[in-house]
């Protein structure tokens, strides 16, 4: 009878126990599940089994943080999540989305961006540090208090840098003042500590509470203890002035910083204060990232040894040892992004104009993107797509298996930050001069001021987020479209809505 078959599952000549056949299931995928569930009224029942479908789920990184109860067909919920996946893909590919601008017009001249998870903190020439969650559109940016109070003598010193992860914001000011707030707890900040001069380099661990700056030939490590009272954990005295800082995500016990500082790239931890990664005299590097386990950085030779231009190094944190040397070029290398790269990838940008991919198992790169009219200044790649940005102010988006360009957009000033994740994309366009001719007449006279202001983008490509009522009528464009134009992007434009 049927009933038995549920406990008893016929595999040809032999009957199993239910939770036996389940096990032999488990090695099959959607097509084989699909063509099981075929075969009899008893086998659906097994291929159907939600435990099979919840596992294909999680195999394929979809609802990672869901319990199997938590959905009561799984084998539907994979379906939507891979129909939500291509719906997100097309509309990546085709440009259909909003777009809105995140300006501050009080805030004066941008000075630096960062973002987490849709959150953007951005700093101004005003002294000013402000804050958006794009992830709502309802959202009003609340400008962080500096330590610095509004009754202080004489204007407020500029923003040099500011960064943000999932639960801090840190900004680091021109007189070498260093601000942490924390995103809980309000806009008071909840610590803040000197340097003597000004702050060259800026780091904020990805997770928890470990911030580092680098000032003169000192760097310093702070971080809240036990007790949650902010201290300076290490200080590192180093013999150059650094140009780029990291810390290493994921470190267990003291916190792990990596300094480029002109030709040397060091590895500050508590136990070898001074160890040095890699030092080739007169070959200065020019641009610094790191994982967990591994730092890459570009290194500018001058083309003394003809046979050796400028390259990126990959070098192990553990072992300190180089694994590769990577890429020829004449240009030198002005970016790298390697912590939010697919494993075994790595992205650069490059001064000679092109964007290249490089596997880390291999020495040459997969494929190079002739991008921009000037230098690549910001770079960011998922297993399908790559975002850079230009410092002539452009910001392309490439499919990466294809070769091609599918989009671009163009702004005054050089990108200076690009980041995105399955459903939006933030992009920065900062200007170089930061008290522009005629600043005089800037404080009142805002059509001057948005020419030199710079500008910060927040595009939306996720369906849920489309429907109308959802987005400001300011982001939205009501032109009828017009053949051969198929961006169907919001353009942020005042007078869309005649």
């Not at 001719?437 to 404080?443: F, H, L, N, W, Y």
Request: glycine share 6%.
């Amino acid at each position: 009878s049927f009933q038995n078959e549920i406990n008893e599952v016929p595999f040809f000549d032999i009957h199993l126990p239910y939770e036996l056949a389940l096990k032999i299931f488990h090695y099959l995928g959607k097509t084989e599940l699909g063509r099981c569930a075929q075969v009899s009224r008893t086998w659906k029942v097994l291929a159907e089994d939600e435990v099979l479908w919840y596992r294909l789920c999680q195999q394929e990184g979809y609802l990672l943080d869901t319990s199997i109860s938590d959905h009561s067909c799984w084998k539907l919920a994979l379906k939507n999540c891979r129909a939500r996946e291509r719906t997100l893909k097309t509309n990546w590919k085709n440009r259909i989305g909003a777009v809105s601008q995140l300006r501050y017009e009080l805030g004066k001249i941008l000075c630096d961006v960062h973002s987490c998870d849709g959150v953007v903190i951005a700093g101004y020439t005003s002294g000013e540090v402000r804050l958006w969650d794009t992830r709502t559109w309802d959202y009003t940016a609340p400008i962080l208090e500096s330590v610095h109070g509004p009754g202080d003598a004489g204007p407020q010193p500029h923003v040099s840098f500011v960064r943000i992860n999932s639960s801090l914001a840190v900004a680091a000011y021109e007189d070498g003042t260093v601000s942490v707030w924390s995103l809980m707890f309000g806009r008071e900040p909840i610590h803040h500590y000197q340097h003597n001069q000004r702050i060259q380099a800026l780091a904020l661990g990805s997770e928890g509470a470990t911030v580092a700056t680098a000032s003169g030939f000192e760097v310093k490590v702070e971080s809240p203890n036990d007790r949650g009272f902010w201290q300076t954990t290490e200080t590192f005295e180093i013999q150059k002035l650094v140009n780029f800082l990291n810390l290493v995500p994921d470190v267990t016990g003291s916190p792990v910083t990596v300094a480029a500082a002109e030709d040397i790239v060091y590895l500050l931890k508590a136990e070898d204060p001074g160890k040095i990664l890699h030092s080739v005299y007169g070959q200065p590097v020019t641009c610094l990232d790191v994982s967990a386990r591994e730092a890459a950085f570009g290194v500018k030779t001058f083309g003394w040894l003809l046979n050796e231009p400028n390259q990126i190094l990959l070098y192990n944190l553990e072992t300190s040892q180089c694994l590769k040397k990577m890429g020829n070029s004449l240009g030198d290398f002005t970016c790298v992004n390697l912590q939010n790269s697919p494993p075994n990838m790595l992205v650069t940008g490059n001064k000679d104009r092109r964007v290249r991919v490089f596997d880390l198992r291999k020495s040459e790169s997969l494929c190079s993107f002739y991008a921009h009219q000037l230098g690549v200044s910001a770079v960011q790649m998922d297993d399908w797509k790559i975002v850079s940005g230009g410092e002539e102010g452009l910001v392309c988006v490439w499919d990466q298996r294809m070769g091609t360009k599918l989009w671009e957009m163009h702004a005054r000033h050089p990108v200076r930050h690009v980041w995105f994740n399955s459903h939006s994309l933030i992009t920065a366009n900062v200007p170089d001069e930061k008290t522009p001719r005629g600043a005089s007449i800037m404080d009142d006279d805002f059509t001057t001021h948005r020419k030199h202001q710079g500008i910060i983008y927040a595009y939306e490509f996720s369906v849920d987020q489309l429907a109308v009522e959802s987005i400001l009528p300011i982001c939205r464009s009501s032109y009828d479209e017009v053949t051969g134009y198929n961006y169907n992007i919001g353009l942020a434009v005042p007078y869309d809505n005649i």
